[in-house]
């Protein structure tokens, strides 16, 4: 029986670059394979700092884990799952402008209170 994965967590400003771009793929990779396996994630989202050395290099992985989700959704990778009873859901007005997710399950409207079966 696949598991819900909860990820979260925070490098600090000082780390070195390349490993935390690293640690960005692995756990891609990680989110991805779980997804494909029947997994589900459970995130939180929240402002995004970035490395001092490199401004496109995350410090969170919170965001990670949205885009991974809809990486394997676009891909096919996996599904959404109507069963799965959603008891609140906050979107950042942020989610608009970082993501494309009109045409899909994840439509704005959708994304206040999730699917009600």
Request: positive net charge; contains cysteine; charged residues 20%.
């Amino acid at each position: 029986m696949a598991r819900r994965v909860h990820l979260t967590g925070s490098a600090s400003k000082d780390c070195d670059p390349e490993l935390l771009r690293w640690a960005h793929e692995a756990l891609r990779e990680f989110l991805r394979a779980h997804l494909r396996e029947g997994g589900s994630l459970i995130a939180q989202l929240g402002g995004e700092p970035y490395h001092p050395a490199d401004a496109t290099l995350p410090l969170t992985f919170d965001w990670l884990i949205l885009e991974a989700a809809l990486e394997a959704l676009r891909a096919g990778e996996a599904a959404p799952r109507p069963r799965i009873r959603w008891s609140s859901c906050v979107v950042p007005s942020a989610v608009s402008s970082r993501f494309s997710l009109s045409g899909t399950r994840y439509s704005t409207s959708c994304l206040g209170s999730g699917p009600s079966k």
